[in-house]
């Protein structure tokens, strides 16, 4: 790691922590969506290739949390649930709205890795490239959201900005707990 003078530690670790738990949270909607699915829809195959890319997201935060001796988010439970409860309302709902709340989160997380990107500049260069590199397919799941008729779901407006707000909440409070 190649820290700068005026780079902060805890800055770092908190970044860590919330794209740990932001990653672990992503996992646990997909397998909410899949629980209600299955296999028996068109649209679990893709949710499942998604949840395999935020799978290994997740594993390298969970890697770079141990080897850096960041304490992960105390919430964790709480976002299993969390997680696995909104993916499966969302399916309840339809693939619309499943995909809904893929575009939603994933338009979080791209202004949240944007941000990170900024903040690092070149003061870590592998979380830099890590979060680069998620920030890319966390856009390509999006993008995929949309083409699957995210659009489409019933009070779209209101879902995605409900969702989206609960992300920035989730955010701001794993940063810190």
């Given amino acids: 790691m190649n820290w700068k003078p005026g780079d902060r530690r805890e800055d770092v670790s908190s970044m860590i922590r919330v794209d740990q738990a932001g990653e672990y949270g992503a996992t646990r909607i997909y397998a909410g969506q899949l629980a209600v699915m299955g296999d028996r829809h068109d ?27 960041v304490r992960p988010t105390a919430l964790q439970p ?17 693939p619309a709205a499943a995909m809904a709340c893929t575009v939603a989160v994933e338009t979080e997380i791209d202004l949240h890795y944007q941000e990170q990107l900024a903040a690092l500049g070149n003061g870590d260069p592998l979380l830099s490239e890590a979060v680069a590199e998620f920030r890319a397919e966390e856009l390509e799941h999006r993008d995929s959201a949309l083409a699957a008729g995210a659009e489409t779901a019933p009070a779209y407006p209101l879902l995605a900005g409900a969702i989206r707000l609960a992300c920035r909440a989730a955010i701001a409070v794993s940063k810190r707990i």
């Fill in 43 to 69: 649209m679990a195959r893709a949710i499942s290739g998604m949840a395999n890319q935020e799978e290994r997201h997740r594993a390298f935060f969970d890697a770079l949390i141990a080897q850096r001796g």
């Fill in 78 to 94: 709480v976002w299993s649930v969390a997680g696995f409860a909104l993916g499966a309302a969302t399916a309840v709902i339809g």
